[in-house]
């Protein structure tokens, strides 16, 4: 058993080594800005929430944040296609970091409402080009042998990369605390991810890309879209990713503060549960090609999904902090293991020139689908810490269940997609 143990983890190690050997240059400068940038958003994951409300106001404006960046995403992510033709991946990728690193810094200089709702919605405009744009680029950027590794790559380095800045997010503001206030503490802490941000922009501006002059590009746009074939393709996307997307906006922006306020945790604490779970994301990622090729895409995603099941109904119940941090840690590597497989699944199974509208598409139904729920959530939390994540598993059960009927039976792309 132990021989055929080893066995299957040299074999899962020379896969992945042979595969990454066929990365291209500019998808591993793409990983690199990826990881600065996760690095970053763990550490924001870790002290946004806390923050807003050691500033003195409340819940719902966490909630509202998060709704004022998904509202300005999914704009965006409508607008990726045309955008992607007329100045290629790498200028909009460069402008995302950009944003990300204005938006988080200004939201750390100036802790009132309106102007952290105006910050988000900026965030959101960098947020927009980097939910819709990265899956056509690397799809764009590599070939079928090492797709599926590229996918899984990409998560593992955001997951490793968030995971410590999930930890260091919870250290930094006693670092900080040292020299400044409690709130000023966390405020440096946030600027600190907002800078980590714009750093993500070096290995971006080292990236090569050729850029078709703008108007035949605007015309290749329109010419796709008149003959846009892949309208069921994103229908049956749409559903499983909406109700899934509103279940993760009534809880996710929230999690450091459930963990605070319902558990009595520290700043240190919340870091640790946080990154772990990141962690958590990463390992179960690396098994996603295996998973993928041994149960078919379709019934992996869905039973992954419906394993988190009674990890996130659990959680309310929970009075144990060190409990809890095993449960969020189970629930993310079951929920998020077959991310790398579902963005394949999505690009594969459309023409070349249609992935970048698609990619759009369904990053614009996961960027509306959160601002609803963020919003509710932010209500909500307001009054019950624990009632929304009773919602959120049901909404996940829905989103498993419509993963599996909707998709069952179109596993395989067209027949005729090479003809496109």
């Known amino acids: 058993m132990i021989t055929r143990s080893k066995q299957a983890l040299r074999a899962l190690v020379a896969d992945y080594v042979e595969a990454m050997r066929l990365f291209s240059r500019n998808a591993w400068l793409f990983l690199a800005a990826l990881g600065v940038q996760s690095l970053g958003i763990g550490i924001l994951v870790t002290v946004f929430g806390i923050y807003v409300k050691t500033a003195g106001l409340s819940e719902a404006v966490v909630g509202d944040a998060e709704g004022s960046a998904a509202m300005a995403s999914a704009v965006v992510c409508l607008m990726v296609a045309p955008l992607i033709a007329v100045f290629g991946y790498r200028r909009l990728f460069i402008l995302a970091a950009v944003l990300f690193g204005l938006a988080r810094i200004g939201q750390a200089g100036i802790p009132e409402a309106g102007a952290i709702l105006a910050f988000g919605a900026m965030y959101g405009s960098g947020d927009g080009f980097m939910q819709a744009a990265p899956v056509s680029f690397l799809a764009e950027n590599s070939q079928p042998a090492e797709r599926s590794h590229l996918y899984t790559a990409d998560l593992f380095i955001r997951v490793v990369a968030a995971m410590l800045g999930g930890v260091?997010?919870?250290?930094?503001?006693?670092?900080?605390?040292?020299?400044?206030?409690?709130?000023?503490?966390?405020?440096?802490?946030?600027?600190?991810?907002?800078?980590?941000?714009?750093?993500?922009?070096?290995?971006?501006?080292?990236?090569?890309?050729?850029?078709?002059?703008?108007?035949?590009?605007?015309?290749?746009?329109?010419?796709?879209?008149?003959?846009?074939?892949?309208?069921?393709?994103?229908?049956?996307?749409?559903?499983?990713?909406?109700?899934?997307?509103?279940?993760?906006?009534?809880?996710?922006?929230?999690?450091?503060?459930?963990?605070?306020?319902?558990?009595?945790?520290?700043?240190?604490?919340?870091?640790?549960?946080?990154?772990?779970?990141?962690?958590?994301?990463?390992?179960?990622?690396?098994?996603?090609?295996?998973?993928?090729?041994?149960?078919?895409?379709?019934?992996?995603?869905?039973?992954?999904?419906?394993?988190?099941?009674?990890?996130?109904?659990?959680?309310?119940?929970?009075t144990s902090l060190w409990v809890a941090g095993l449960v969020f840690f189970m629930r993310s590597a079951f929920m998020n293991m077959s991310w790398p497989t579902w963005n394949r699944y999505t690009m594969e199974h459309v023409p070349g020139r249609e992935r970048p509208i698609v990619a759009g598409m369904v990053s614009f139904s996961w960027a509306i689908s959160w601002l609803a729920g963020s919003a509710l959530g932010g209500r909500l939390m307001a009054y019950s810490y624990t009632v929304p994540y009773g919602i959120a598993t049901a909404l996940y059960a829905a989103g498993a269940l419509a993963t599996w009927l909707m998709l069952r039976n179109h596993e395989a792309p067209p027949a005729d997609l090479e003809q496109a």
């Open 168 to 318: 260091i997010g919870g250290l930094l503001p006693s670092a900080f605390g040292i020299a400044l206030s409690h709130v000023d503490a966390l405020r440096a802490t946030a600027a600190f991810g907002g800078a980590l941000f714009l750093v993500s922009a070096i290995p971006l501006l080292l990236m090569r890309e050729r850029v078709g002059h703008p108007r035949h590009a605007i015309r290749h746009y329109f010419d796709t879209m008149r003959g846009f074939r892949s309208w069921p393709h994103v229908a049956r996307l749409f559903v499983p990713q909406v109700l899934i997307s509103v279940g993760a906006g009534l809880i996710m922006p929230f999690v450091s503060l459930y963990l605070k306020e319902q558990l009595g945790a520290t700043l240190g604490q919340v870091g640790l549960i946080q990154g772990a779970s990141q962690l958590a994301m990463g390992i179960a990622a690396l098994g996603a090609p295996w998973l993928g090729k041994r149960l078919g895409f379709v019934r992996a995603t869905a039973l992954a999904e419906a394993a988190s099941l009674p990890f996130l109904a659990a959680i309310p119940f929970v």
